[in-house]
């Protein structure tokens, strides 16, 4: 075997260990990403899982909130004028109420 060819020997295997040194380090990085990135899957599904409990509360309280207002409304026709004066400041008060949580709900959707 001539110098020549030697070297082109050593430098091949020289390569081929470099070669494999890279891919197992290229391979380590994608297994460690792999890894985060099924931690930050189940950070965001907790995440999204939080928010959606949080968004049905406030819903379901605006549908006790508007039951209310309904039942409200229903009485207003047959209460008397003392009544309805005291009944009307309780439903204006309900829907100022009301109106701002939709807003809430929406403006938390929108995110």
């Known amino acids: 075997m001539s110098k020549k060819?030697?070297?082109k020997a050593k430098a091949?295997?020289?390569?081929g260990s470099k070669r494999k040194e890279y891919?197992?380090?290229l391979t380590t990085q994608l297994r460690k990403w792999d890894g985060e990135l099924d931690e930050l899957q189940?950070?965001?599904d907790k995440k999204i899982s939080d928010i959606k409990l949080n968004l049905n509360q406030k819903i379901q309280k605006l549908?006790?909130?508007?039951d209310e207002f309904k039942n409200k409304l229903?009485?207003?026709e047959d209460v008397s004028d003392e009544a309805y004066h005291s009944l009307k400041a309780d439903i204006d008060k309900l829907w100022k109420n009301i109106k701002d949580s939709?807003?809430?709900v929406r403006?938390?959707?929108k995110k």
């Open 23 to 25: 891919i197992d380090k």
């Open 102 to 104: 939709f807003e809430v």
């Open 12 to 15: 091949s295997v020289l390569s």
């Open 42 to 44: 189940k950070t965001s």
């Open 5 to 7: 060819t030697a070297s």
């Open 63 to 66: 549908r006790e909130r508007r």
């Open 74 to 76: 229903n009485k207003l």
């Open 107 to 109: 403006k938390e959707l």
